[in-house]
């Protein structure tokens, strides 16, 4: 590279471990494990500012023997990160077969040891401590870049549905990211400096510097590389598994672990209904709950350790037996041969019809409640409509944020529908309020929700009269949420 930014203040040094996730970030290898990394790797000396690989490529894992490897962000022109001796670049995409969110560059006096890829997957099959001491570190990195929002990837624009969604499948599918307001006019102005930004509508921009306008999440998917990990057309698995639910992610893990070559579809993100799950508390071996976003990536984690493909966003529309097995479509654009299928493609969200609820959506009426939603009703009030178990989560988890959470049922008790846990600890909150026998009956708002009203069929019952209750006044604000 011509020109190689200087560390900043910002850059982090995988010598200086500053929280306890750095400590799995950057373990130390046994004497063992460098000798299984030495026998599938090769030694290379490449010259000061050589860029190793850059932004959107595959890459392999890169173990720094003498002098470092810079991490760059070529949106913001600085060094992200200096992995020194001992350690070794690499990161969950890898396996994945993702793309290289940074691109590396070489300082003087660096010596690494390459491994290809497929020797490392080969190495963590026959490594239970090489395994463990890998997968651990990718985990850790993709937290540390979640939390940090370097990957490369901003998404920008107004606070609206649209950006909503592109933020909603980046948490979803593990993606690190860091949102632009138009509203924060001193960030605006600095991503301006480096990037066409449009003067109205959502934008997405890649590690490579790339500007999307308004994208769907398919042509997002497929400019991070991410949607069909290097599956050409016809090509063949032994076992198809539709759904990346906890069904079908415990399916592949058990496929692949046998030594099948398996191939997960899910038209959304990894992880399915339950990945948007703020708590789950009946799940077996978890006595403690567990959020679905840690279930999920626990789940790909084991389902990648053991050679899964995962393909997303991307549906199966097409399904025909073939000699040896069967014929699965993708989108109606590329097929699969899997000598077995299993589907697990669980359930979707029934809309309420309701006017107007389809209009807001994504702009104060959301069907999960995610840290994205609680950001959002954080001190404000927030309706839940729906008395199961995913409507008792996100009440307990919004109550935690919101000032007061109320939520609508059509039964007389919540029991007859949720778990007896989760409903004991509603009745008992006292920031959650339940309403039996009540639905709601209209929504307001033109940019945003900004008032709603229930009808409530006790007082109905009892006046033997129409009763319609709208939000308090102190509700009708331009941040008042309905989560279902």
């Known amino acids: 590279m011509s020109s190689i930014p200087a560390p900043d203040e910002k850059t982090r040094y995988s010598s200086r471990r500053q929280v306890d996730v750095d400590a799995l970030a950057w373990p130390v290898f046994s004497q063992r494990a460098l000798d299984l990394l030495r026998s599938a790797g090769e030694v ?39 992995v020194e ?68 990837l901003v998404l920008a624009g107004d606070d609206d549905r649209d950006l909503h969604r592109l933020q909603e499948f980046a948490e979803r599918n593990q993606l690190p990211y860091r949102t632009v307001l138009r509203s924060d006019a001193p960030a605006w102005s600095e991503l301006a400096k480096t990037t066409a930004l449009p003067e109205v509508g959502t934008v997405v921009v890649t590690g490579e510097r790339r500007v999307m306008t308004a994208p769907a999440t398919r042509d997002l998917a497929t400019a991070l590389g991410i949607d069909l990990w290097c599956l050409s057309d016809d090509s063949r698995c032994d076992l198809l598994v539709v759904g990346a639910g906890p069904a079908g992610l415990a399916a592949a893990v058990y496929g692949a672990s046998e030594g099948l070559d398996v191939v997960v579809v899910e038209d959304v993100a990894i992880g399915g209904q339950a990945g948007s799950s703020s708590r789950i508390e009946n799940y077996l071996g978890f006595p403690r709950g567990v959020s679905g976003t840690e279930l999920t990536r626990a789940a790909m984690l084991q389902a990648v350790k053991f050679g899964t493909r995962l393909v997303s966003p991307r549906s199966v529309t ?121 639905e709601l009956s209209a929504v307001h708002g033109t940019s945003r929700l900004s008032a709603l009203n229930w009808r409530d069929h006790v007082l109905e019952r009892g006046r033997s009269a129409r009763h319609s209750r709208p939000l308090p006044d102190d509700w009708r604000g331009p941040e008042h949420d309905l989560a279902a």
Request: proline residues 3%; aromatic residues 6%; contains cysteine.
């Open 44 to 82: 290379l000396h490449p010259e000061p500012g050589e860029l190793l690989w850059d932004t959107g490529d595959a890459y392999d894992l890169y173990l720094v023997l003498d002098g470092s490897v810079l991490l760059l962000d070529r949106r913001d022109d600085r060094v992200v990160f200096v």
């Open 85 to 152: 001796e001992g350690d070794f670049v690499g990161e969950l995409g890898m396996l994945m077969g993702q793309r290289a969110f940074l691109p590396g560059v070489a300082m003087e006096g660096t010596a690494v040891l390459r491994v290809p890829v497929e020797e490392l997957r080969r190495l963590v099959e026959i490594s239970g401590e090489l395994s463990d001491v890998l997968l651990s570190a990718f985990d850790a990195r993709r937290l540390i870049l979640r939390r940090m929002g370097e990957g490369g």
């Open 318 to 438: 097409g399904l025909s037996q073939v000699s040896g097995g069967f014929r699965v479509r993708l989108d109606d654009e590329h097929d699969i041969v899997a000598c077995a299928v299993i589907i697990a493609s669980g359930v979707r969200y029934r809309r309420l019809d309701l006017p107007g609820l389809a209009d807001l959506e994504g702009r104060g009426v959301y069907y999960a409640a995610s840290e994205l939603e609680a950001k959002v009703v954080s001190g404000q009030n927030a309706v839940v409509v729906g008395g199961a178990n995913s409507a008792g989560q996100a009440a307990l988890f919004l109550a935690r944020h919101a000032g007061q959470v109320h939520v609508l049922i059509r039964r007389d008790d919540l029991r007859d529908t949720m778990s007896t846990y989760l409903a004991q600890r509603l009745t008992h909150h006292e920031r959650v309020t339940v309403h039996p026998r009540s």
